[in-house]
């Protein structure tokens, strides 16, 4: 099955009317789209916009994915249309932010943006990434392994279990472990 | 997951975008939204619901045509006719959901059963706060239209991708008098004006009798629907104006040469706009460009030997926007 | 939060759950924030080892996108309906050029070569296949105008303006002429 598995059975719902099933596919894509996105659009507030209005389009145009290409293929080609019509939109409209910004407090919103930008929030990523490189780092061999066969290779339980030669229920708890011991840490860093 | 500091920032800025828009928007109207929400559900309901004769003008565009129209419900449901009167004596005469259409210059009758839903439209089907999202509803003050005093409601978009509307209704009966199609300069598209309109409470069937008997002519109707044949959503509308949604999703055949057409609706709950996707023949004149009529608005251009067009009563500049933003999806 | 639910989700992240498992365990997740979430962080795991994470930093916008898609409709089953709706035949349907073509007529010189199509008969009446809605249409090649007059039919039956909620669509049909 493996990840477009996944995907094909939340798709499905969302298909039959179950809106939460939708937020799961949101929380697992929102850091691809998020990344996407930023490639065209370069504000970070914009950024997230147009990224939160890629899973809206995507959820009104749900009822047409008929499931004959991944949902992440479809996903991102949504994204880049509307990442590139933000980038027209923008080009076409430039007097509407100036105006914007005469109306308002000159200068604030400026400021406010550009507060995201300072150096500690640069941290976030990085601290993440490192948190989790060092709970990997830490985590038995087995369990190291089956994590990385898994995320990074993307192979299934059932090559894992050949892999390492074991039965596909350890694979499966093997990886539920590594995950619980970086989830240990990296809530902690969340909290 | 718990917000980072990032997230809190990005969170902080919300309120202040809030503030912004609010205080532009708060002083137009708003007293009155729901007062003209209220009228416009009761015009929907009555124009179903009651019996009515009456005479209007219709203006799209150069063309200015006048028709008669003789509305009945009971317990049976709707009975209605429309009778030309301009130009040659077409006529109409619906019962429920069986529509025949009587065209006497072509000596032809047309008979179609039509989906309850077509007649009314899917707007006021879904809640109209939906709606109100996206358009300004007030009422702009009291007139006489057809000897009747009526309430002058506005629906104003609020942005440059939709058109705007002005509408007549009835103060005792509920019903439309008058109705307008504007654009953002305030330009008139499209009008619909009664000259006069009774409200009957008896209806004699005698009323909705067609006049011609239709003896000799031409009958048509309607063959059975057909399984729509490409079912791959290939094509990918990139860009909509806010709030609109796909609403209906076809393959036609076009009459001259049977291609398959794939054609999509979306509607925003008051516009509609079709999207069309049609392989182009080699030998086809293939449609470029805009074109207008009255409020309704055509692009068309070419994508990878794709005839794309998109029709729909939005300005210019929306229709071309939609078109040039479709585009074959991932594989 | 049972650790047997976390590493249920753990498989179905991986999608090596059965649908019926996977089918329990969303309704569970429904309604246990603590599973969403480590769903949420179980993501952020893979994206971080796989590098997908963002450049800076990584927001969450599922609550925005959530508060967003409370307007929207729950997602209609779109095929089902289709399939049971009637659809025009011939790409213009008598009630796709009714409901509200502002210019239709018939031109019996234009009608289509289709025609030659078995006409059938109810009672004493025999009915024939629909002929071309033609619609008068200036600044375009002629094939283009006509190609053009078939979209605009078609799209017409789905005219949902507020006019048309104060007077049957149907009026479009009688109201304007054809010309030569």
């Known amino acids: ?64 994915f008929r499931g004959d290409s991944a949902f992440y293929t479809w996903l ?10 933000y980038l027209v939109t923008q080009s076409r409209r430039p007097t509407e932010s100036d105006n914007f910004r005469v ?27 490192e948190t989790i490189a060092e709970a990997i780092e830490q985590l038995p061999d087995d369990l190291r392994t089956a994590i990385n066969l898994r995320e990074v290779e993307g192979l299934s339980y059932e090559k894992i279990a050949d892999v390492m030669t074991c039965p596909i229920g350890t694979v499966r708890s093997r990886i539920f472990r590594a995950r619980e011991a970086i989830d240990h840490r990296l809530k902690a860093l969340l909290e | 997951m718990k917000p980072s500091r990032e997230i809190g920032a990005f969170r902080s800025l919300a309120p202040c975008f809030l503030i912004l828009t609010l205080s532009a928007t708060l002083v137009s109207a708003a007293d009155t939204s729901g007062q003209a929400r209220a009228i416009l ?3 929907a309901k009555a124009t179903r619901a009651n019996n009515y004769d009456g005479t209007f003008v219709s203006i799209r565009g150069a063309d200015t045509a006048s028709m008669r129209i003789i509305h009945k419900a009971d317990s049976r449901g709707e009975h209605e006719r429309l009778i030309a009167l301009t130009g040659t004596a077409k006529e109409v005469i619906r019962r429920n959901d069986e529509v025949i259409c009587i065209f006497p210059n072509e000596r032809s009758v047309m008979v179609e059963k039509t989906p309850q839903q077509a007649f009314f439209g899917t707007a006021w089907s879904q809640p109209i706060e939906q709606v109100a999202v996206l358009y300004d509803f007030s009422v702009l003050g009291g007139d006489r239209i057809a000897g009747r005093p009526a309430w002058v409601l506005g ?84 860009w909509l104006p806010r709030g609109f949604a796909m609403t209906e999703q076809q393959m036609h055949d076009m009459p001259k040469d049977k291609k398959a057409v794939k054609h999509k609706v979306f509607s925003d709950g008051l516009a509609t706009v079709s ?10 004149v293939p449609v470029q460009g805009y074109s207008a009529f009255g409020a309704l608005n055509t692009y068309s251009t070419l994508a990878d030997g794709y005839q794309i067009t998109v029709v729909g009563e939005v300005p210019a500049a929306t229709v071309r926007q939609i078109a040039v933003s479709v585009s074959a999806a991932a594989p | 939060m ?43 795991m893979g994206d971080a080892l796989c590098q997908r994470l963002p450049d800076t930093a990584c927001p969450d916008i599922s609550r925005r996108v959530s508060l967003a898609l409370e307007h929207e409709p729950a997602c209609p089953p779109m095929r089902f309906r289709l399939q049971s709706r009637w659809k025009p035949a011939a790409g213009v349907a008598v009630a796709a050029a009714l409901a509200g073509v502002g210019f239709f007529g018939l031109n019996r010189n234009q009608l289509p070569e289709q025609e030659a199509q078995p006409a059938t008969t109810i009672g004493s009446v025999e009915f024939r296949p629909l002929p071309i809605a033609t619609v008068k249409w200036n600044g375009q090649p002629v094939d283009a ?32 002429e054809t010309q030569p």
């Not at chain 1, 970070?44 to 749900?62: G, H, I, M, N, S």
């Not at chain 3, 019926?20 to 179980?42: F, K, V």
């Open chain 1, 1 to 64: 099955m493996g990840e477009t598995g996944a995907d094909a059975q939340l798709v499905k719902r969302v298909q039959k009317g179950d809106k939460k099933a939708f937020d799961l596919l949101v929380l697992k894509y929102q850091q691809r789209i998020i990344k996407l996105v930023s490639r065209y659009v370069r504000d970070p507030t914009d950024a997230l916009d147009v990224a939160q209005d890629t899973f809206l389009k995507a959820y009104r145009a749900l009822p047409n």
């Open chain 3, 2 to 44: 049972s650790s047997e639910r976390r590493e249920q989700i753990s498989a179905l992240l991986d999608g090596e759950l059965s649908e019926r498992e996977a089918g329990q365990l969303l309704i569970e997740m429904r309604t246990d924030p603590d599973l969403t979430s480590a769903w949420s962080r179980y993501h952020l």
């Open chain 3, 145 to 176: 105008s006509s190609r053009l007059s078939a979209y605009i039919v078609n799209h017409q039956q789905f005219n949902s303006s507020p006019q048309t909620q104060g007077l049957t669509p149907y009026f479009r049909v009688v109201t304007h």
């Open chain 2, 275 to 284: 999207v069309f996707i049609e392989k182009n023949k080699e030998q086809a």
């Open chain 1, 76 to 85: 991102y080609r949504i994204a880049i249309n509307t990442a590139k019509n």
């Open chain 1, 103 to 129: 109306e308002g407090e000159p200068g604030e919103l400026e400021s406010m943006l550009k507060d995201l930008a300072t150096p500690e929030s640069l941290l976030i990523t990085d601290e993440i990434k």
């Open chain 2, 155 to 238: 629906i104003q978009p609020k942005d440059a991708d939709r058109y705007s509307y002005r509408l007549w209704v009835d103060t005792s009966s509920s019903l439309l008098l008058k109705s307008q199609v504007l654009d953002g300069g305030g330009s008139i598209l499209e009008q619909l004006l009664f000259t006069a309109l009774e409200t009957p409470a008896v209806i004699p069937e005698s009323a909705l009798q067609a006049s011609i008997s239709g003896e000799g002519y031409t009958w048509y109707r309607n063959e059975t629907p057909q399984a729509s044949g490409e079912r791959n959503a290939r094509w990918e509308v990139g």
């Open chain 2, 41 to 43: 559900a009761k015009m």
